[in-house]
């Protein structure tokens, strides 16, 4: 009892002896509210590493576009004039040469704005590219299949490369420029939100693809008996347009986004 009464009495007295103003306390005091400002500054999440959307120039995105665009038309030459043929006469091998044609175009050109360049290498960039065909062509083969196209054997070459035509219209340019980030593929496919310049180049093109390819199968199951009524023939001509509207949309959305950071920045 007598230790209990000596020890309420100590704590009185120090507590009574307390000087805030003491130098001492003042030290002490200062200390802890430092180390609590350093707390709440550590569990701050930090943005100056989060990787910035890429950019590219006006006149960068123009020759994406028309080397694209020469692409195509050097594909259906090379179909026309060293093989006498083309979508209609012969669709699976023209679209053997279109994609043929425009896959060195698209992965080297788009590899060059790719996302966080300082920790992917261009040469990583490129292999994402290309691991992007056959998985791209995978799941548009898969979605053409669902909508109405032929599995049947004959149909089989055609179906194939139609589906690597489409995966370097929509996912592997994707792929060499944001990897594997679902949060940007799903943003550009999914919410169609586009966030900086190469993204439009990415979203439009890509949209344009698929939109004019469901446009071109419309005509597929009338009675016309006209040739270019077969698998993939008027599927594959709206695709084409509608990837060629893509590009010079999202060009034209480059330079309007140019022109307004100028805006601002004046």
């Not at 040469?123 to 995978?138: D, E, F, M, W």
């Not at 690597?164 to 999914?190: D, N, Q, Y």
């Not at 599927?235 to 893509?246: E, N, P």
């Given at each position: 009892?007598?230790?209990?009464?000596?020890?309420?009495?100590f704590?009185?007295?120090?507590?009574?002896?307390?000087?805030?103003?003491?130098?001492?306390?003042?030290?002490?005091?200062?200390?802890?509210?430092?180390?609590?400002?350093?707390?709440?500054?550590?569990?701050?999440?930090?943005?100056?590493?989060?990787?910035?959307?890429?950019?590219?120039?006006?006149?960068?995105?123009?020759?994406?576009?028309?080397?694209?665009?020469?692409?195509?038309?050097?594909?259906?030459?090379?179909?026309?004039?060293?093989?006498?043929?083309?979508?209609?006469?012969?669709?699976?091998?023209?679209?053997?040469?279109?994609?043929?044609?425009?896959?060195p175009?698209?992965?080297?050109?788009y590899?060059?704005?790719?996302?966080n360049?300082?920790?992917?290498m261009?040469?990583?960039?490129?292999?994402?590219?290309?691991?992007?065909?056959?998985?791209?062509?995978?799941?548009?083969?898969?979605?053409?299949?669902?909508?109405?196209?032929?599995?049947?054997?004959?149909?089989?070459?055609?179906?194939?490369?139609?589906?690597?035509?489409?995966?370097?219209?929509?996912?592997?340019?994707?792929?060499?420029?944001?990897?594997?980030?679902?949060?940007?593929w799903?943003?550009?496919?999914?919410?169609?939100?586009?966030?900086?310049?190469?993204?439009?180049?990415?979203?439009?093109?890509?949209?344009?693809?698929?939109?004019?390819?469901?446009?071109?199968a419309?005509?597929?199951?009338?009675?016309?008996?006209r040739?270019?009524?077969?698998?993939?023939?008027?599927?594959?001509?709206?695709?084409?347009?509608?990837y060629?509207?893509?590009?010079?949309?999202?060009?034209?959305?480059?330079?309007?986004?140019?022109?307004?950071?100028?805006?601002?920045?004046?």
């Amino acid at each position: 009892m007598g230790q209990a009464q000596e020890k309420s009495t100590f704590l009185n007295t120090t507590a009574s002896n307390f000087d805030p103003l003491d130098p001492g306390v003042a030290v002490f005091s200062s200390m802890d509210r430092r180390k609590k400002r350093e707390k709440t500054t550590v569990t701050k999440p930090s943005t100056v590493d989060a990787p910035l959307p890429p950019k590219i120039s006006p006149s960068e995105a123009f020759i994406v576009t028309l080397s694209s665009v020469l692409g195509l038309g050097l594909a259906f030459y090379v179909a026309n004039s060293g093989f006498s043929i083309d979508l209609v006469t012969d669709p699976s091998r023209t679209i053997f040469f279109i994609w043929l044609v425009e896959l060195p175009i698209v992965i080297l050109l788009y590899s060059r704005y790719r996302q966080n360049p300082r920790q992917c290498m261009y040469l990583r960039a490129v292999g994402r590219g290309l691991l992007a065909v056959p998985i791209g062509a995978l799941l548009n083969c898969l979605g053409a299949i669902a909508l109405g196209a032929p599995v049947t054997f004959q149909f089989l070459p055609k179906t194939v490369n139609w589906s690597l035509m489409m995966s370097l219209f929509t996912t592997v340019p994707a792929s060499c420029v944001l990897g594997s980030s679902w949060a940007h593929w799903k943003r550009i496919f999914a919410q169609t939100q586009p966030n900086g310049s190469v993204e439009y180049l990415i979203c439009l093109p890509a949209h344009g693809a698929v939109i004019g390819g469901w446009f071109g199968a419309w005509p597929m199951p009338l009675d016309w008996e006209r040739p270019w009524q077969e698998w993939p023939i008027c599927v594959s001509y709206g695709a084409i347009g509608g990837y060629m509207v893509g590009l010079v949309a999202s060009c034209v959305f480059v330079l309007a986004h140019a022109r307004s950071q100028h805006v601002k920045q004046t």
